[in-house]
């Protein structure tokens, strides 16, 4: 059974003025297994947010459904058993981080006598035990995001839904995040996010779902959506004279004393390899550059992949192709 | 219930961490103070005038602060963001809403208690410090229960400026709501009449709650009077929570 499964939630909000109204959603299905973390992708206004707040139950679909382990959202023993951080959260200022976390825990129904221990060690694993007596509103936007991410999992939900987790926090904050979301999934937890950061997703997901347009244009398995999509290879060699190579290549150029061939092909590979040994050269490096999750992104964007890379400004020009 | 005290706590915790309540009590603290100048130019007897206003001064600022608390108690858990995580904790919107309002009564009792102290050390000094008038501010109480209803009601669906104009109309109406069995009488039965008898039963009938003039002239009230009045305003606020936890069900938090 999923953990979560959204079917074909549509939404639509009133614009302003009340003029009309703006499809948000038009029919959204989306499933989060056990154990799995599934990265949800989109730009600006694709529908994101609103995906996940219908899923937590923030907002009614207006057609579909959400069921959160097999139950609808709107029962509390469901959400008992989820932690969800907004975009940009904004808690009770006036409250300490410790007596912050109570006041969650108390909702969670954890009994009086663990929720002192169970509080202390949520401040413990986001780093704010010497912190825990001042009122939030010193906090800082990473601190926060941290005090944000203690409450979703002070109930040691079995999902967690995190919306831009890592939008505002430093390097050092983005790793502790990141680390603290894998050590969920080694756990056996669940985590669906929402991120601009590809960088995130790519380290963190098992899955990935790129909305656009209020619909899941694609979903799958990072490895499965990139591994076996190399976009070029590319080879470095020495001892080569450039123009006595007969490989059929994208384009060779000289870096110093060395020659860069990039190939198209996986075939083509074996045929470099065997005129290297023909001409007596040295093949000294061979990497294939797979497409990454930004070229997926912008693919499913319908934006063109970016040059990965590109020949340095100090190198001889490229080659004039040959034919071969 | 304990989530929905947990609310309630919370709720009074930080009503009593916003400057605005110490603001609104020390006023209402110094108008019951200055009755003792003001009954210092009025003709008539003095232990009645500074009675007289100073429960006036209880009911009124009893009543200002359930408005104004009362209509921001929602909206600013909605426009601060804050009940994106309450609600999506297994916690039920009835649940919030009751323990949103059992925190602002509980806010209102406390500030009660202290005007009615300060009220009590005024008489003390003037040798006036009857037991009868506290029956006239337990029912001051209740008219807040209603008032803090009302507000609460008004600010599930509307903004606070909204709220305030909507529960100040729905306060001076239930005031004056006697006056609609009067117009009633002088009305031949029919449509005229049928709609007296409507407002007069969906208005809050506020007016039941004021025994001030009374017992300020030490006129005994009723027992069955007080009574009903008592059962009256915790069935019209009950009636009211009950609404406003059905407003709040059904809304979307964008």
Known sequence: MAVLEISGITKSFTSHLSMGRTQVLRGVDLKVEAGEVLGLLGANGAGKTTTLKTAVGLLRPEQGSVRLFGMPITDVRARARMGFLPENPYFYDYLSGREFLDFYARLCGIAPSRRAARVAEMLARVGLEDRADRPLRKFSKGMVQRVGLAQALINEPDLIILDEPMSGLDPIGRREFRDIILELRRNGKAVLFSSHILADAEALCDRVAILRGGKVAACGRLDSMLSDRVRFWEATLSRVDPASLNVPHEKIWQRGEQVVVRLQEAEQVDTLIEEVRRLGGTLRSLVPHRRTLEDLFLGELGYEAPEETKAPAAEKPPIPKSRG | ?254
């Open chain 2, 1 to 254: 219930m304990d989530k929905t005290l947990a609310i309630a706590a919370n709720t009074f915790r930080e009503a009593i961490r916003d400057r605005v309540l110490y603001l609104l009590l020390g006023f209402a603290l110094l108008m019951i103070g200055s009755s003792i100048f003001l009954s210092l130019l009025t003709v008539g007897s003095r232990e009645k005038i500074i009675i007289d206003l100073g429960l006036s001064a209880i009911s009124l600022f009893g009543v200002l602060s359930a408005i104004f608390l009362g209509v921001s108690l929602v909206f600013k858990e909605i426009d601060k963001r804050t009940i994106y995580t309450i609600v999506t904790k297994p916690v039920g919107r009835a649940q919030f809403i009751l323990g949103k309002y059992l925190g602002l009564v509980l806010t209102l009792s406390v500030n009660l208690v202290v005007m009615t102290l300060g009220f009590y050390a005024l008489l003390l000094y003037e040798g006036a410090a009857h037991a009868r008038l506290l029956p006239a501010i337990g029912l001051t109480l209740l008219e807040l229960l209603v008032v803090t209803a009302l507000a609460l009601l008004f600010s599930s669906f509307s903004t606070p400026i909204l709220s305030a104009l909507f529960t100040l109309g729905a306060y001076l109406a239930g005031q004056l709501s006697w006056s609609l069995r009067l117009l009633q009488d002088r009305l031949d039965p029919g449509i005229g009449r049928a709609v007296c008898e409507f407002f007069y039963w969906v208005l809050p009938n506020l007016w039941r709650f004021n025994i001030r003039a009374e017992v300020t002239h030490a006129v005994p009230v009723p027992l069955a009077e007080v009574g009903l009045a008592v059962v009256y305003g915790l069935a019209y606020a009950a009636l009211l929570v009950f609404i406003a936890c059905l407003s709040f069900e059904r809304r979307d938090f964008t």
